[in-house]
């Protein structure tokens, strides 16, 4: 277990952690020729890779074969990897394998719509209730089978349990799914899961929790002492966990996925399939068509493992504080509007948003990118309803902006960090965006080209 005390400098044992990351280092260049250090201040969008999930993607490959039906000795490690990985992922998220099972995808907009596919089989209830603040990729899929009704935000930015239990109240019985994320992508925010678990099974429904943003950043229980907050349903990405390569799982209680047919079907679904008849695989097997992405789970493992070995405590106490200490620095920067948990002294991930006035959220990402190496991102986040109140944008401005291709679509600059990140990194950033925005006539002069439509394309909104 590694252990430090977090400050203002780069400790001793902070460097052990950032030591752990992949490319933290590399130089990239800037507009103007230079070379610098790269700064990743991205990493809600993807993680970099740690060096102990390449060490084992290297070390695995050697013995990287066919799954499930080889009889050969690689192909039976390979296997054994795969079922190890799915005890491991259990464990790390505080369940068992009595009570969930885990199914590999390709990323969490897979796991949604293949757990839409799964209920609609295994419920008559018409409705399930997603939040104002999801990722459409926790919005679009349900919409596939079920009428949509959404849950409302409250002014802290987190969900509304008592806007919850009013729709729970209203739609007695007629429930499916209560699906919520469990950290904002936007502001950080960190929803209260379990006492939403807890209301939501009170009406007789099962919750499912949009993890991607959460559980790179908390510890998650999806049993719990008290049986009634437990979570029923949870889905994250390897890619926001520090493991690329296209590994995302969904878990879910076995009972659910015991009669459904699969979203995908193929080899390695059917027990037997002849013209006459098809008889399923057991789940996960049966929701997992075609050859597995044995890499990706390696590299899963790989960083859930390493995750542990730092404990999530440390990585917890850490972002905090430089968290803390982005948004003290950045709230001295005239013209500068935070979009924050913080703001209120709600729990947030290492997750913010802001604007700055008189400059454009696609020009305050270039330049920073162009000028100063530090990569962020901006726009809607996929998150379209979500940025829309916050920007306190009407329908009818959005709908203007959206048939007119000549207005800049709004949006904001997101700053998402991580455990490797330095303090130092932290004060580049306020340096950078000081200059930035005491020079904005001539930045704005030199960016103008930038695209100014929705996640920088020539577009309109929508």
């Not at 199914?103 to 796991?111: A, D, G, L």
């Not at 349990?161 to 009013?166: F, G, V």
């Amino acid at each position: 277990m590694i252990h430090f005390l977090a400050n203002r400098t780069q400790s001793k044992q902070h460097k052990q952690l950032r030591d752990l990351i992949v490319g933290v280092d590399e130089k990239i260049p800037l507009e103007d020729g230079r070379l610098v250090k790269g700064i990743h201040f991205d990493n809600a969008a993807t993680t970099p890779p740690l060096n102990s999930v390449m060490k084992a993607i290297q070390q695995f490959a050697p013995w990287y074969s066919s799954v499930g039906r080889g009889k050969g000795y690689k192909s039976e490690r390979s296997t054994e990897m795969i079922e190890r990985t799915r005890l491991n992922v259990l464990s790390f998220v505080g369940s068992k394998g009595d009570k969930h099972t885990v199914i590999f995808t390709k990323n969490s907009t897979e796991s949604m719509n293949l757990l839409s596919h799964i209920l609609h089989q295994a419920t008559n209830k018409r409705y399930v209730l997603a939040s104002e603040m999801e990722h459409i990729s926790n919005d679009l899929p349900w919409r596939n089978y079920f009428e949509v009704e959404y849950i409302a935000v409250n002014k802290n930015g987190q969900i509304s349990l008592d806007d919850l239990r009013a729709k729970l109240m209203a739609l007695q019985g007629q429930v499916a799914l209560v699906t919520i994320t469990g950290a904002s992508n936007v502001t950080g925010c960190i929803n209260p899961i379990y006492e939403a678990a807890e209301l939501t099974h009170t009406y007789g429904a099962k919750i499912h929790v949009d993890a991607a943003q959460l559980i790179p950043h908390e510890s998650i229980e999806m049993m719990r002492r008290n049986s009634v907050g437990n979570i029923d349903f949870l889905s994250f990405t390897g890619h926001k966990l520090y493991a690329p390569f296209g590994t995302a799982v969904l878990i879910g209680e076995k009972e659910v996925f015991h009669e459904a047919e699969p979203l995908l079907k193929g080899g390695g679904t059917a027990h037997i399939a002849l013209r006459s008849f098809v008889q399923w695989n057991e789940a996960p097997d049966r929701f997992e068509g075609g050859t597995p992405n044995v890499m990706g789970i390696v590299a899963l493992n790989a960083a859930i493992r390493t995750l542990q070995q730092i404990n999530m405590e440390t990585i917890i106490e850490y972002e905090k504080q430089i968290m803390n200490y982005a948004l003290d620095r950045l709230q001295t920067i005239d013209g500068l509007s935070l979009f924050s948990a913080s703001n209120d002294n709600q729990p947030q991930v290492s997750v913010f948003s802001f604007t700055i006035n008189e400059l454009h959220h696609q020009d305050i990402a270039q330049i920073l990118a162009k000028e100063f190496g530090i990569s962020v991102r901006s726009g809607f986040f996929c998150a379209y309803s979500y940025v829309q109140k916050l920007l306190q944008l009407s329908d009818e401005r959005i709908d203007e902006i959206r048939k007119d291709a000549s207005i800049p679509a709004p949006g904001l600059v997101r700053i998402s960090l991580s455990f490797y990140n330095t303090f130092a990194e932290v004060n580049q950033l306020a340096e950078a965006l000081q200059q930035i925005t005491s020079n904005k006539e001539y930045y704005t002069r030199k960016y103008e080209a930038v695209p100014k439509g929705i996640c920088g394309r020539q577009r309109s909104l929508l």
